[in-house]
């Protein structure tokens, strides 16, 4: 084995590291997602208020961000940039129709979706201004 190829095992190593709190953050995510809606608590104001919208924008904002914090180093940054992105919308929507067919008493909202994709995509301005400096 060559000092070479040690490195290069340690470099994946290193990096696989750097992901463990965005795949915590995904399955702390999809718990929260797939909790039945009769074991959510029922508070009236945020539903006035549109509350969970942020709450929806906050967590894939999170969970963008996580995955996209070890890729900050990598020559083609952009290109990953656009597939973890693209990745959280697609996986918000198939989160609202999992909550349609497969969790009692949770509720298709297409709302959701489209503050899901303002969390991914407000991530991706972020990094974008990030990488530009």
């Known amino acids: 084995m060559t000092p070479l190829f040690l490195f290069k095992i340690y470099l994946m190593k290193s990096r696989f590291i750097l992901f463990i ?5 995904f ?5 929260l997602l797939t909790i039945p809606g009769n074991h959510l608590p029922k ?3 945020m539903g006035k208020y549109q509350v969970d919208k942020l709450v929806h924008i ?3 904002f999170s969970l963008c961000f996580l995955f996209s914090y070890p890729i900050k180093n990598l020559v083609e940054k952009y290109k990953w940039l656009i597939y973890i992105t693209i990745a ?4 918000g ?6 909550q349609k067919y497969f969790i009692p008493f949770r509720s298709f909202e297409v709302n959701d979706m489209i503050a899901d994709g303002i969390g991914c995509t407000v991530n991706y301005w972020w990094w974008r201004r990030k990488f530009a400096k």
Not at 21 to 25: D, H, N, R, T, Y
Not at 88 to 91: H, L, N, Q, R, S
């Open 21 to 25: 709190p965005a795949v915590l953050c």
């Open 27 to 31: 399955a702390v995510t999809f718990f």
């Open 43 to 45: 508070i009236d104001w």
């Open 58 to 60: 906050s967590m894939f």
């Open 88 to 91: 959280g919308i697609f996986y």
């Open 93 to 98: 929507i198939a989160m609202e129709f999992v």
